[in-house]
């Protein structure tokens, strides 16, 4: 009992804690470094149990999980030479645990550090080939995904994986934001006048088209009408000569009736005439009344 005591005893306590230091765990959240008396031996470990020599291999886990990078807002001058204030963020993760150490001894601030000096040099570059107009107006999208290239390449240096790139705001500075968005109202009129002036140009051409168009349908609709009259007088003179020709007795004693009938209107209605005129040849009795089947008959008679 005095040997359990003694010797086995502390023999399972130094095997405990031997055994305490020669294992460690790495989570699905972490990547780890095995070192040897300060030098790397190995990277790569996937997440679970492994083993080290006690007091010869020590390790260092880094947080595997996706960093956020939220830059204060910060002033950039255009191709103009205006500034604008743009507020932007970046959200990266270790990619190589070693280069990560190595570069930045695996501090995520100092990640940050060399990740902000990168954006902003980019966003300086980007920036200062643009003008206002075009980074606010349409090539926001354009400048974003050159940001995540250019970032993501210089980040693999430090063992870091960028995963995007955001220009959360982009601002106009106070002294300046009347100016451009007067500028950016007059060319908008500008436009509209344009607009206005083509729209009424095509209206003019419509109308005269559709003027044009009415004159000569109301030409032709008269060069038609008068040539279908032409041929209705010329068919109901044909009518009439050809019944005139048939019976010329009756048709000269119509024309008379006709004639009398349109002269003798009113009631005061006088004509001075001689007494043995043709304009009265009817009413003397010297001229006899043609009749309707061939028979003749007098004045009296009708």
Sequence with gaps: MRILKNVVLPLLV?????????VFTVSEKEVALKFRLGEIIKADFDPGLHFKTPFVN???????RVQNLDEEPERFL?????NLIVDSFVKWRVDDAERYYTTVRGEPERANQRLREIIRDALRAEFGKRTVQDIISGERVQIMDILR?????AAQSLGLEVLDVRLKRIDLPEDVTDSIFDRMVADRERVAREIRARGEEAGERIRADADRQRTVLLAEAYRDGESLRGEGDATAAEIYASAYGQESDFFAFQRS???????FQGDDDLFVLSPD??????????????????????????
Excluded: H, M
Aim: charged share 25%; proline share 3%; aromatic share 14%.
């Design 14 to 22: 130094v095997a405990a804690i031997l055994g305490y230091f020669s």
């Design 58 to 64: 020590n390790v260092r886990k880094f947080d595997a």
């Design 78 to 82: 255009t191709v103009e030479q205006k």
């Design 149 to 153: 290239v250019t970032t993501a390449e």
């Design 257 to 263: 009736l006709r004639a009398y009938r349109e002269s």
């Design 277 to 302: 005129s043709q304009f009265f040849r009817f009413f003397d009795g010297g001229e006899q009344l043609p009749g309707l089947n061939g028979e003749v008959g007098s004045p009296d008679q009708d």
